[in-house]
């Protein structure tokens, strides 16, 4: 069964200073990965999808892959308060156009003014 | 970005009874999904729907559970009955045919008593 984890659960970091998340994937099977943010009560926002490995960057969001060693990260700079949120890593299992998403349990940010 | 819309956002019944939530997807997306968070743990696939069909459905589909999007109109998830374990938050989401981003709902959170 695909998993993936997320690391750490929660993380306190000072406004201004890079935060960065981790994801571990179970296997090599999936096409693309995502990143999303979810304000308390609110619904999904997406930060960044990557297909390949190597870096992409959607404005202060940047994401590594590493299909290699399984591993997904997520680099944010200069976090704001704003930021505070539920990061979740998710992983894209697509089958005849049709895809659905494999979700870690999220890690828990707080940014610190 | 594209919004999905959910319809209520909060919703409390009565085991046993019959309970439908509301989805409208993105106006020109064609792959429609729905999600379960319960509080606390990690968002996981329900079942994904194109073309008045299910594409794919996760072990959490139960057979109480049912989908569909009569012509173009609401995407629906409808649980009949309900029990206590179907607490949590749906969420709904939508992408173009190529199933390459899909886009969330704010959720409903569903109350079972």
């Known amino acids: 069964q695909q998993k993936v984890q997320q690391s750490p659960e929660s993380l306190t970091v000072s406004e201004g200073a890079m935060a960065s998340l981790n994801c571990t994937f179970s296997?090599?099977?999936?096409?693309?990965f995502r990143w999303y943010r979810q304000h308390s009560g609110k619904g999904l926002e997406v930060l960044v999808s990557i297909f390949s490995d190597g870096e992409k960057e959607e404005g202060r969001f940047t994401a590594h892959l590493n299909r290699a060693s399984l591993h997904v990260s997520l680099h944010i700079r200069e976090p704001q308060p704003s930021d505070s949120a539920v990061y979740l890593c998710?992983?894209?299992?697509?089958?005849?156009?049709?895809?659905?998403?494999?979700f870690g349990e999220g890690t828990k940010l707080t940014v610190s003014s | 970005g594209p919004k999905v819309l959910q319809i209520p956002s909060h919703q409390i019944i009565d085991m046993g009874q019959m309970v439908t939530l509301n989805c409208d997807p993105v106006?020109?997306?064609?792959?429609f999904y729905w999600y379960k968070q319960i509080l606390g743990q990690q968002m996981e696939f329900l079942v994904n729907f194109y073309n008045g069909k299910v594409m794919e459905k996760s072990k959490l589909f139960k057979d109480q559970f049912s989908v569909e999007r009569p012509d173009g109109s609401y995407f629906t998830l409808k649980i009949q009955p309900t029990a206590l374990e179907d607490s949590a938050v749906y969420f709904c989401?939508?992408?173009?045919?190529?199933?390459?981003?899909?886009?969330f709902g704010p959720g409903t959170r569903l109350t079972v008593l």
């Open positions: 998710a992983m894209s299992i697509d089958q005849g156009g049709s895809a659905k998403l494999i």
């Open positions: 989401a939508s992408s173009l045919p190529d199933g390459y981003e899909q886009y």
């Open positions: 296997d090599g099977t999936s096409d693309n």
């Open positions: 106006s020109n997306h064609l792959y």
